[in-house]
């Protein structure tokens, strides 16, 4: 029998804060992470797989939608400030090797983990997931504004939030797919 919950992501570079990450209706593109993940030094993935999901986003943090940028935006000055106050360096989103994606995302992590603090501060509903769009990868064309790894990805904070989980099933190629 497997696992009946997903071990929650709390790296200070996860770039939509912690919790447990989905890619939105892209397989192809989470199986790709893993296999490069699995390459890595040190990675803990030894046998890359993908695993799918049937979740509810809930009250989300959608980054998708000005309306939340702006929260976002607020969240980034009361970090600001509050680094400035206990004088320490402000994190940063860094590139890993010859990468110009910054994939390492401490300071996007660090500010979306600010406005989960000042929420709960706030005594203010939490959110339960956070959605976003990632550009990465080279351009898919000379002058494209798309590039070969764009995806959207969704944190899930609250773990009733993932309804179910299954292992994907192989596509019928006798027929096309919807």
Same mark, same amino acid.
């Given at each position: ?11 200070? !570079?996860? %770039?939509?804060?912690?919790?447990? !990450? ?10 790709? %992470? ?39 935006? =607020? ?16 994190? =940063? ?6 990468? #110009?994606?910054?994939?390492? #995302? ?18 203010? #509903?939490? !959110? ?46 006798? !027929?096309?797919?919807?």
């Amino acid at each position: 029998m497997g696992e009946d919950n997903l071990k929650a992501s709390e790296n200070d !570079y996860d %770039w939509l804060g912690h919790g447990v !990450y989905f890619w939105e209706n892209n397989q192809e593109r989470a199986l790709q %992470w893993a296999v490069d993940n699995s390459k890595r030094k040190g990675s803990n993935i030894k046998k890359p797989a993908v695993l799918g999901a049937v979740i509810d986003l809930g009250f989300c943090f959608d980054l998708t939608d000005s309306k939340y940028l702006s929260e976002l935006k =607020q969240g980034y000055k009361t970090l600001l400030n509050n680094i400035s106050v206990i004088g320490v360096e402000m994190p =940063q989103n860094t590139d890993i090797g010859n990468s #110009r994606d910054k994939l390492l #995302r401490k300071l996007d992590c660090a500010v979306i983990e600010t406005v989960h603090s000042l929420n709960n501060d706030a005594d203010v #509903r939490p !959110y339960d997931s956070v959605k976003g769009m990632f550009v990465e990868g080279d351009e898919l064309y000379p002058g494209s504004g798309f590039n070969e790894k764009n995806h959207i990805q969704i944190c899930l904070r609250n773990p009733n939030c993932i309804k179910g989980f299954f292992i994907p099933r192989k596509l019928d190629v006798a !027929y096309g797919n919807p």
